[in-house]
């Protein structure tokens, strides 16, 4: 949920409640100690991310993968969507995970869920025999 929006510039910034410590700024975990700030918001209970954004495939916005910090979202929960088309990854299918270790980030999408390309992703492959086959 989006506290507030600001805009600087071109690009637009969104503070929203930090997932990793569900906007209590302490350690989820109780690791260190119940006392100890959130290594992601520092304490304060909400992170600045880029608008628009998504859920993380990763880590399904929980900013964290059992008792780590997500490493596709960096423990924020969120991911900003970029301004062209999208396709689901095929490594992944759109988990985010790396399908040989589900507790490790899909290296074709980098935990998103999703490829960024002007063309669909087998449009790209197609071009790239092309040209290997010219040279």
């Known amino acids: 949920m989006a506290l507030q929006t600001q805009i600087s510039g071109e690009s637009r910034v969104a503070e929203i409640s930090c997932a ?3 906007g209590l700024g302490t350690d989820p975990f109780g690791i260190m100690s119940s006392l100890s700030t959130c290594c992601i918001c520092g304490g ?3 992170v600045r991310v880029r608008a628009p954004h998504t859920d993380c495939a990763h880590c399904g916005g ?3 993968i059992k008792t ?3 490493t596709a979202c960096g ?3 969120k991911i900003p969507l970029p301004p062209g088309p999208t396709f689901v990854c095929r490594e992944c299918m759109g988990t985010g995970d790396d ?3 589900p507790s490790m980030a899909c290296l074709k999408c980098r935990g998103r869920g999703w490829v960024f390309s002007g063309f669909p992703e087998s449009s790209v492959n197609a071009m790239n025999r ?3 086959t010219r040279l």
């Open 62 to 64: 929980s900013g964290a």
């Open 99 to 101: 399908l040989s270790a």
């Open 44 to 46: 304060r209970g909400v």
């Open 20 to 22: 990793f410590c569900q």
């Open 75 to 77: 423990g924020k929960g």
């Open 130 to 132: 092309r040209r290997a």
């Open 68 to 70: 780590l910090t997500c």
